[in-house]
Structures are given as structure tokens and as C-alpha cells.
């Protein structure tokens, strides 16, 4: 009964900072809520008895990647001197690719069984770290992989938007 009540609670709350986030306009007040969303995500990772899952999504998310974008943040509204506000008119093109990925994913899932087979996890020969571990590696690579390089996309993507360089061409 318990459990059910704090999984609700933070299901609740990653739900509603989410939502929020559509509607704020400010930058830095979307980064706080980002990190609430991914602290409750860590939350509902610790109820699913995947505490590596949750400490890793604290300390590399939450803790990592998160406080640069909130430095990066306050060092440019301290430069232009004005806080940094999003504004778009591209409401119906978010929603129709909101919608799709959302309807991608409930496809997705009701096609999936969610059964894990007994011979493949042997509880006593493996702990959780190691059952992950040879998931990641073997049945789980391409999606491992395809992640890596979408993160260094978005590193490069960072230091090119972050260079104070000037292109020649201007």
C-alpha cells in the first residue's frame, strides 16, 4: 500500500513538472523543472528495484549534464544582461510530432510481452549489474551504440552554438 502511494507520488511529479515544462517560458525555471523530472524518474527507478539505473540518472543527468546547462544558462543571462525566454509559434507542428512519437510509443510497448526468460537471468549465478551489463553488450548494443553517438552529436552540436568564433563567411 505504501509502495503504490510513493509510486503514484512520483509518478505525479515527474507528470506534472513535464506538463510545466510545455507551458514555461523561461529557460532556467525549464531547467529546474528537468531536474525534478529526472529526479522523480530516479525515484521511480529505485521503487523498480534498479538502484545503478537511479544513481546513474542522478549523478550523469541530474548532477552532470543538467548544472552545466544551468552555468551555461546564468553565465549568458549575464552577459546579455536579460533572462533567457523561449518563444515559438510552432504549436501545431509540436503537438503533431508530440503526438506521433507518443502513438510511436504506445505501439511500441503494446507489442513488447515484457516476460523475462528464467535461463537467460539465473538469479544465482548473476547480480543486477552483471545481468545489465550483458544485456548492454549483447542484446542491446545498436541502441547503446546509436545513444553514444547522440551524445557526442550534441557535444560537438554544444561547442559549435557555445564558440565564440566567427565563421568567415561573415
Keep these: 500500500m505504501m509502495a503504490s502511494f510513493i509510486f503514484y ?9 513535464a506538463i510545466s515544462l510545455i507551458f514555461i517560458r523561461n529557460v532556467f525555471y525549464g531547467a529546474l523543472l ?44 549575464k ?19 508530440g503526438f506521433s512519437f507518443f502513438t510511436l510509443l504506445i505501439y511500441s510497448l503494446s507489442k513488447e510481452s515484457f516476460v523475462v526468460e528464467p535461463s537467460r537471468m539465473n538469479q544465482e549465478n548473476y547480480n543486477n549489474l552483471q545481468v545489465m551489463g ?23 552540436g554544444a561547442s559549435v552554438v557555445a564558440s565564440s568564433v566567427k565563421s568567415k563567411s561573415s
Excluded at 56 to 75: D, E, H, P, R, W
Excluded at 79 to 97: C, M, Q, R, T, Y
Excluded at 150 to 155: G, P, T, Y
Design 134 to 156: 550483458i544485456g548492454l553488450m549483447s542484446d542491446f548494443v545498436l541502441p547503446f551504440e546509436i545513444a553514444g553517438v547522440l551524445l557526442l552529436v550534441a557535444l560537438i
Design 79 to 97: 552577459i546579455s544582461g536579460k533572462p533567457l525566454v523561449v518563444e515559438h509559434d510552432n504549436k501545431f507542428s509540436g503537438a503533431l510530432a
Design 9 to 17: 507520488f512520483f509518478e505525479a511529479v515527474v507528470a506534472l513538472s
Design 34 to 77: 528537468l531536474i525534478i523530472c529526472l529526479l522523480g524518474v530516479a525515484g521511480i527507478f529505485v521503487l523498480a528495484f534498479a538502484e545503478f539505473i537511479a544513481v546513474t540518472q542522478i549523478l550523469v543527468y541530474a548532477g552532470g549534464i543538467l548544472v552545466v546547462i544551468l552555468f551555461g544558462i546564468m553565465l549568458t543571462t
